[in-house]
């Protein structure tokens, strides 16, 4: 009887010989930039070190009592941005070969923790801070008609909800999105506009 091992050996031989072998393959290929790339992505990287900071030293002296990081939270938001800068990894390495798929994206909400999601089902605003910078990479599917604005559609409602001090966070994906808050007073054109826009639906 074959060990374990022997088992997987096998099986991974049987379905890379089968019609399946390329799908399979390349999903192989995607985990492993997942697991083993290091790439930084430096908006990131300042978005983590300042949640590192201020959960050293308490609140932000703007924040209101009750927003203080601490480490159950800050582990939650350090994993979601993780998981975030490896699919920005993995999309960077798939686009440039021309191998991008819808997949590469959306993986990232579904490697997402219970604890994260709980936190955006609140509100939270760090939660929807880290959100905003997954917007950027919905850019990638907008020769879908389906997808075509949905990006800056999420962040408009994200600077909507969260308060004044996390929305000087959300600089980086406001800027590679093009997008920019309306004036006070004033609505959104992006909101004001139907959505999904009314064009030519085609794939």
């Known amino acids: 009887m ?38 930084p992505h430096r908006p990131l990287s300042t978005l983590l070190s300042f949640l590192r900071n201020t959960a050293e030293t308490g609140t932000h002296p703007d924040s209101p009592p009750d927003s203080t990081i601490g480490p159950q939270k800050l582990a939650i938001y350090e994993s979601a941005i993780e998981e975030l800068r490896k699919t920005f990894s993995v999309i960077n390495k798939t686009k440039s070969a021309g191998d991008l798929q819808v997949t590469d994206i959306s993986i990232w909400v579904f490697n997402a923790t219970d604890e994260y999601l ?18 950027v990479l919905l850019k990638n599917l907008e020769g879908h008609w389906w997808m075509a604005g949905r990006g800056k559609h999420i962040l408009a409602s994200i600077y909507r909800l969260v308060d004044a001090e ?18 006070s007073g004033e609505g959104s054109r992006q909101d004001s506009e139907e959505y999904p826009p009314q064009h030519s639906r085609t794939a």
């Open 2 to 39: 074959p060990s374990s091992k022997e088992t997987v050996v096998l099986n991974y031989i049987s379905i890379a010989a089968s019609p399946f072998g390329p799908l399979f393959t390349a999903g192989l290929h995607r985990h492993y930039l997942r697991t083993t790339d290091t790439t």
């Open 166 to 183: 996390c929305r000087l966070l959300m600089w980086w994906p406001m800027e590679e999105l093009g997008w920019l808050p309306p004036r």
């Open 118 to 135: 709980a936190l955006l089902k609140e509100k939270d605003n760090v939660a929807l801070v880290i959100l905003s910078y997954f917007c």
